[in-house]
């Protein structure tokens, strides 16, 4: 199976929910017109990342049922960072809405980054979360999860095709798009489509670096810094592909990982160790 995606990479409009709504929807007017079935904004697109307790504010506004209509109209389907309040909490999500405007998934970020996050955010809880969309099984994870290898293992072990990375990746870890997600799509023979902000929000610059990742680690498309649409197609015969020349996922010793058994080194060789350390601090 196939699937046309579109990645957007933007500044936004921090904290003006009408503005970055317009954006979403002629964007998503221009990926249709491109032949694109789904498209993929940054992290908290709708509101903004860094915007202080006003991001609280917005959570308690219906933001998907706004989104929900652009995918309805646009005929599009959408992952679309926004927040979340619901039972009580405040959660960073990506919301997987299809073309009829019908909610089929809302992630939660399951690993919160550095005090912003800790501050405004409370963790999700579900490793996988994944949608099957003509045809095509979509893992969704939001920034800082994609840097731990083991919520891509885990939706890759469940059959994902492409993991889909809202983000808002600010310097000066440029390295995380450059290299990190490269790596992921390997080790894991998956497609990763990285989603970034550019430009600046209070504190925060940035990196730009949006881009589409196949599983061999080759990338489709990318763009540095600047406003742009990034496409690619997903191809589910490519993934199998890579899975037959790459066999990381039928390798792994899962017995050994889940009960990991340490033995313990000798006292001389801890010693050396030691001493070792001591001698090149």
Not at 37 to 59: A, M, R
Not at 214 to 239: M, Y
Not at 244 to 263: C, G, M, W
């Amino acid at each position: 199976m196939k699937l046309q995606i579109a990645v957007l990479q933007t500044a936004g409009v921090p904290g003006d929910v009408e503005k970055n709504l317009a954006e979403l929807r002629a964007t998503a007017r221009a990926a249709v017109a491109d032949g694109a079935d789904l498209l993929i904004t940054p992290e908290l697109f709708l509101t903004g990342y860094n915007i202080g307790p006003l991001v609280h504010e917005l959570g308690r506004t219906d933001l998907t049922a706004a989104a929900a209509e652009v995918a309805r109209d646009e005929r599009i389907a959408l992952i679309v960072g926004l927040p979340l309040f619901e039972d009580g909490h405040h959660y960073n999500v990506a919301v997987f809405i299809d073309e009829t405007g019908e909610v089929k998934n809302t992630y939660r970020k399951t690993h919160l980054f550095g005090e912003l996050d800790h501050t405004y955010f409370t963790a999700g809880n579900d490793l996988v979360s994944m949608v099957e969309f003509r045809g095509v099984r979509i893992a969704t994870l939001i920034c800082y999860d994609v840097e731990f290898p083991e919520p891509v293992r885990a939706a890759a072990a469940a059959g994902a095709h492409l993991i889909a990375v809202p983000t808002a990746q600010m310097a000066p870890f440029e390295f995380i798009a450059e290299q990190v997600v490269r790596a992921r799509a390997w080790e894991n023979q998956v497609y990763v489509a990285y989603a970034n902000h550019d430009g600046h929000e209070l504190t925060l610059s940035y990196v730009g670096r949006s881009r589409i990742v196949d599983p061999f680690a080759q990338v489709l498309d990318s763009v540095e810094h600047g406003t742009r649409t990034l496409t690619a197609t997903i191809d589910t015969e490519i993934v199998d592909e890579a899975r037959r020349a790459n066999p990381y996922l039928d390798d792994r010793r899962s017995d050994l990982y889940e009960t990991p058994q340490v033995s313990p080194a000798p006292a001389s060789a801890v010693d050396r160790d030691s001493t070792q350390q001591i001698r090149t601090a």
